[in-house]
């Protein structure tokens, strides 16, 4: 009896060790599957660094390509501001000497802070102006709100026969052609005015025209200083507008030279109206002129223009560094400052800084 239950005990203990193996067994291949899935993943990712490596070691450095654009960046002139420029220079050059205010009427939508005739000695007209064409030569920007546009005309003048006094309307008809630079400065709201005195000009505005000077400048008051300035003005711009290169250049600077493009305007220096010359602040030798001239064509028509240059002293002299279009006042300042009457040329108030 005793052997048997001991036999029973001993069949029990086999059976449940042969349990646990089997669980043990079935366990196994689970915790191997996933270590299996990691270690895919780990192998995945190393090959492929091991393969982005290989690829980045043959293709080498990367090489940056540098683009560079010549040319002007220049923003294009607006077909508004053209039209503008081109509608003014047309009544600009358009007059009767005996309805004379008619053309200051005319001219009174397009400007403000200049004198209502736009600079015109209406006092030294004879016979009448008649445009016959007007077109865009040629524009240039001047960053923030200026824009100087040349407009060409080809105009007949009719000239009185002074030899015929029985019929002295009888007019002799001559045909010319002017370059006029019209800067055309556009307000806050979008408006279109003129704000300064055209000038003449024989030449395009070049891509490579000197920009708008932003240097700080100083009033001069040296009276030496300022006849010198003055002196130069009067006869660089003489040469400048008969187009007079060989005496042009000795007016500027050494190692400087007027642009061969000059040439006859048509127009020559009468006299200054108005001179400022100031300092820079940052290089002690070099001084901007501001001027307002007087200019006569060969029907001894007579206009006032607005001319800036850069000057420099070497030595005891004073040379033309560059000529350029002066710096522009705003309209608000110009619209409060000016004066809407005519005032002729030849009755102006003359300045401490005049010079007949």
Known sequence: M?????????????????????????????TAGRWKIIRAICWTV???????GAVEFIKGPEEVTVVNNYGTLEPAVPDNVKGFAVDFATEYFSWDSNFIEDRNSRLEPFITGIDSD????QFSLKGKSTVLSASVYGSHVQPPDLTEVTVVVRRQSSMPDENDTKNPAVAADTTTKSYLVVPVTQTSDGKLVIQDYPRF?????????QSKDTQEFRMVGDNQLNEKGKKLLSSALSALLTGNLDELKYFYLPGNAPSDSYSDTGYTFVKIDDFSLLQSNVQSDQYRIDASVIVEN??????????????????????VVS???PQQKSPEDTASSSDPSTTPISDQKKGATSNE
């Open 2 to 30: 005793f052997g048997k239950k001991k036999n029973k005990a001993d069949s029990t203990e086999v059976k449940t060790k042969k349990v646990r193996d089997k669980n043990i067994k079935e366990r196994l291949p689970k």
């Open 46 to 52: 190393a090959i492929l660094l091991l393969i982005k």
């Open 118 to 121: 736009a600079g015109l000695d």
């Open 201 to 209: 000009s024989s030449e395009i505005p070049k891509a490579d025209k």
């Open 298 to 319: 060969k029907f001894q028509e007579k206009f006032k223009n607005q001319w800036s240059m850069t000057v420099q002293i070497s030595g005891n002299e004073m040379y």
């Open 323 to 325: 000529v350029q279009q």
